[in-house]
């Protein structure tokens, strides 16, 4: 018996079996290539290594295929208002029920709960070890943003309002002006209905779900405010299957940023933290989103548009050979990062990363050491620490050197993959994980 794979020797009673393990997403590449989806591809190419037939996922993209029989696509269609109240599509749930039962796994790992198959998924997978990672806000946050639209991050004190306005708005793409459901939206009484079933809902996910991953310290603590019991809380951080290399020492002041282009994610500070910095220092933005057309006449305004070169959305290699062309890494956010895919990717190229001190930033960031961490929302402190790094070009080598270490010794696949299988095996033998 091939000893290789790291799921070998865990399962059930006889210690030679492999352990089957089915991966629950809404979404996987190569037809999605978010922060989460990204994440599922590393874990099942980790957790499949030495082994052809031990990790199937489930998915659900419409109108696509996939070449590996171990990818199980629905292809259905799916609800995003029964999605909002953690309500299954009894389609989708049918679904997952029959190829659980022909699959016979020993753990189900879903993945996030904001899609209709997740949910379903979860009361789908009864009779089997149940992991869930917890790779957004959505367990509390309908909106899934837990971000106001002022920028202000949630206390959870608004949740009937911004379920008001959430409903609103997916009601007009779907109904349009539909007076019977917009005045119903008028309505505290009915919105504090829909809110009270969510909750329910909730209720009833929480006890089904054996052992809730958390990839930082943060989003630990946001889920017992929410209610789940610290005894079915884990933190793991995430991975990123990019090798460790050579670090590139390419010419000029380059600063990078890697990400969506939506306002949470704070691209507008790192413009103008770029302002406050000398003309030679320039900036490559890696990404798309919403708020680009915004940051580009921003650019302008501030007088930086030659500094600035919007590289729209890339592919893994361009990715590595992103990095290779900048200095550092900027992870602006004024939202709590779950964790930042990226900032790890820039780890494994030897860059320092500057990244706000907010949710999971801080948890692969040692100020000082591999990085710096300012507050969020100050241009200020972004540029001072960036004047920093280029006015002591060793300071970027040591750190980015730094950054290597730590990404092999708390971040790599393989440090990942074992306490997954050192997880999903204490499971299976019914002891508890904190």
């Not at 290594?49 to 590996?68: H, L, M, P, Q």
């Not at 290399?245 to 413009?271: D, F, M, Q, S, T």
């Not at 040591?398 to 010794?409: R, V």
Request: hydrophobic residues 40%.
């Amino acid at each position: 018996m091939k000893n290789g794979t790291g799921l070998n020797l865990i399962a059930g009673s006889n210690p030679y079996k492999i352990m089957k393990v089915v991966q629950i997403t809404n979404l996987y590449p190569p037809f999605a290539r978010g922060g989460a989806e990204i994440y599922v591809e590393n874990l099942v190419k980790a957790l499949s290594s030495g082994s052809a037939d031990n990790v199937y996922v489930i998915t659900n993209v419409r109108g696509r295929e996939f070449k590996d029989r171990r990818i199980i696509n629905l292809n259905l269609r799916n609800s995003d208002a029964l999605t909002s109240l953690l309500i299954p599509n009894f389609l989708i749930y049918k679904k997952i029920k029959k190829f659980l039962s022909e699959l016979q796994p020993d753990i189900v790992h879903v993945h996030n709960i904001h899609a209709t198959l997740s949910s379903a998924a979860v009361f789908a997978s009864r009779g089997f070890p149940l992991v869930m990672t917890v790779h957004d806000f959505y367990l509390f946050c309908p909106t899934l943003r837990f971000v106001h639209e002022d920028g202000k991050i949630c206390a959870m004190d608004k949740c009937i309002t911004c379920m008001k306005k959430y409903y609103s708005s997916e009601i007009k793409k779907r109904w349009g002006a539909c007076r019977i459901f917009s005045g119903m939206l008028r309505s505290d009484m009915f919105c504090r209905l829909l809110y009270e079933i969510r909750k329910n809902r909730l209720k009833r996910i929480i006890p089904l779900i054996d052992k809730f991953i958390c990839p930082n310290k943060s989003q630990k603590e946001l889920l017992k405010v929410a209610g789940v019991p610290e005894d079915k809380l884990t933190t793991l951080p995430y991975t990123s299957d990019f090798k460790v290399k050579e670090i590139a020492r390419p010419e000029g002041k380059y600063i990078g940023y890697a990400g969506g282009l939506i306002r949470e994610k704070g691209v507008h500070v790192l413009l103008e933290a770029l302002s406050l910095l000398p003309e030679d220092t320039k900036l490559l933005i890696a990404g798309d989103g919403i708020f680009k057309n915004e940051l580009v006449r921003m650019s302008g305004n501030l007088g930086i548009k030659n500094r600035v070169r919007f590289l729209g959305k890339l592919g893994r290699d361009e990715m590595r050979s992103f990095y290779d062309k900048i200095h550092v890494l900027v992870v602006p956010s004024l939202w709590p990062e779950v964790l930042g895919i990226v900032g790890l990717e820039a780890m494994t190229s030897g860059k320092p990363v500057i990244g706000s001190n907010i949710g999971g930033i801080p948890d692969w960031i040692e100020d000082g050491v591999n990085g710096f961490l300012v507050p969020p929302d100050s241009p200020k402190s972004l540029a001072e620490k960036a004047m920093t790094l280029f006015n002591t070009e060793d300071m970027i080598y040591k750190f980015g050197l730094n950054g290597q270490k730590k990404f092999t010794d708390e971040f790599s696949p393989e440090v990942h993959k074992n306490k997954i299988i050192n997880l999903y095996r204490k499971l299976l033998h019914g002891h508890n994980i904190n």
